[in-house]
Structures are given as structure tokens and as C-alpha cells.
């Protein structure tokens, strides 16, 4: 969307470049779920159930459709890489995982912060040779 076109809740579109890509992005997805009658603030546990797995398994889908743009199959020959079908492919998820995020009550700022603890678990794991299971080390997110 050009900065000449505007913004409206039917179309959305990005915001300004100095806003926080990542808030914008819940943002849209937000009213793109509104759209479609999935209204993720004050969910029930069983709608909150219901639609996690709805995610889950939309996630799914994208995945196999991501690993279908991939040559995988090591004995066919005629396959080569669509990489902008998998690009394609890798959004899809996003938005499916927005959504879920969304569902279990994440904003975009809770999604960066737990993002951030779970990236120094992961580094100090590496640190340490990562050579038993703590299941403890990831509690404090």
C-alpha cells in the first residue's frame, strides 16, 4: 500500500515505517480475524481450546504446503525449489501463529518478551553443551 492510499478497518494495511513492525502485525491480524467472525479477547478456555487446535492444525497444513515447495523427494528429478511459494507459505504460518498467540491472550509486546527469555534459555543450553533435558529452565517464561 502506497502512503497515498488510506487506511481504513476494511483494509488496514501498514502503518507508518516508525511503528513497531511486529505490534503492527498483530494489529492487522486482529481485524482480519474480526473480519471473519474470530473475536480472540475474552475467549471462553473452550473456545480458547477450540481454537488453538483450529491453529495448530492450520499450522500443520501450511507446514506440509511449505515442505511440498521444497525438492524432497530424493529420488524425483524433476523438482527444484519454489522459493516464492515457500515464502508464501512461511506468512501463512505467521498468520496462523499471530492468531494463536492472539487466542492465548499474547499481545505482540508478550510475544517479544517471552521470545527474548526463551532466546537466552536457548543460548545459555548451547553454552553448556545442552547435554541433559532441564525442564525447569524455561518455567520463568
Known sequence: MSESQSQSPSNPGPS?????????LFRM?????????????????????KWTLN??????????ELTDSVP???W???QKLDIQNARV??????????????VLGMSADDVYAA????????????????TKKDSEDSRHI
Request: charged fraction near 30%; proline fraction near 1%.
Open 76 to 78: 524425483a528429478k524433476y
Open 55 to 64: 491453529y495448530c492444525r492450520a499450522m500443520s497444513q501450511e507446514l506440509a
Open 16 to 24: 507508518p515505517e516508525n511503528t513497531d513492525m511486529l505490534r503492527d
Open 29 to 49: 491480524q486482529r481485524s482480519l480475524n474480526e473480519r471473519i467472525g474470530v473475536m480472540t479477547d475474552g475467549m471462553s478456555e473452550e473456545d480458547q481450546t
Open 72 to 74: 524432497w523427494k530424493w
Open 115 to 130: 521470545y527474548v527469555k526463551k532466546n537466552e534459555v536457548n543460548f545459555k543450553r548451547q553454552e553448556s553443551g545442552y
Open 89 to 102: 507459505e512461511v506468512v501463512d504460518m505467521l498468520h496462523f501463529l499471530i492468531s494463536m498467540a492472539q
